[in-house]
């Protein structure tokens, strides 16, 4: 392949993208060229100074077309599913960031936001950011395929979507911001699949966003759901988890505290 030379770390991430692969680790470099894992190091350093890769996580670099190359990355959504492929990790790429896929232009995130079983470290790559989010029961929300430039990257369903918003409003800009989105989102949720989503999560976030869902007009969307928290609600709980309830109105029929006047961002 390299006309009976010795090839060069170039030679390789150029192999790689005349593939189609935009992603490597740093094992593989090494293996390849036959050289230590110090020299394998120094050669990606030095296509890393001048742009042509990135390194987003120890050992796991990606390659960075020239169209990218003012982010000084790959987007999130391009190498994320082969970084969670490979740590096997189940993932999807959910609240806000998820709203975008599904229309909800007017709510960009600061950071891709990507649901995982456990917490990890944000990622910096270039002007890229990513955060992560912790949620117990991952592997049991409903996804979907969306494909972008390099494959395909799994998102949470809009229904889903939308009750990560409510279970993690403080990652989301607060209620008023989460309105927002469920406001232009709303109409594009099925209620037989709301409720099937609704079964992964907790029932006090389909109390909330049931109440939330009729507060934005998108109160057809939420009547199965009505019926869900009817079953499986036995107490009231709080709008806004981390603020006071005193003398909060009463949503009975979402079993909710009321303790927040929501004004939805446009």
Known sequence: MYAN?????RDLIVELAAHGRYHFT????????????????????RLAAK????????????IVPPEYRRLGCLPADQFIPS?????TVPYYAGLL????????????????QVVLGRNRPPIACGSVRVAFVARRNVGEVP???????????????VEATALDLVGYMHHAGG?????????????????????????SAPVLWAQRLGYLLEHVGARDRAVLLKEHVRKGARNFTKLIPSASADAAPRSRDWRLLVNAV???EA
């Not at 593989?28 to 050289?35: D, I, K, S, T, Y």
């Not at 742009?51 to 990606?62: K, L, T």
């Not at 960031?97 to 891709?112: E, L, T, V």
């Open 5 to 9: 030379r010795v090839p060069h770390a």
């Open 51 to 62: 742009g042509e890769i990135a390194s987003p996580a120890r050992g796991f670099h990606v």
């Open 83 to 87: 970084l969670m492929e490979h740590r």
């Open 26 to 45: 740093s094992a593989e470099v090494q293996a390849a060229l036959g050289v230590s894992g110090a020299a394998a190091r120094r050669a990606l350093s």
């Open 143 to 157: 996804v979907q395929s969306f494909n972008t430039p390099r494959g395909t990257v799994l998102v949470s369903t």
């Open 97 to 112: 960031s998820a709203a975008q896929y599904h229309g909800s232009a007017h709510h960009r995130p600061q950071a891709f």
């Open 175 to 199: 209620v008023d911001r989460v309105a927002g989105v469920l406001s232009e989102l709303g109409g594009d949720m099925d209620p037989e699949r709301l409720v099937v989503a609704a079964k």
């Open 262 to 264: 929501v004004e939805p």
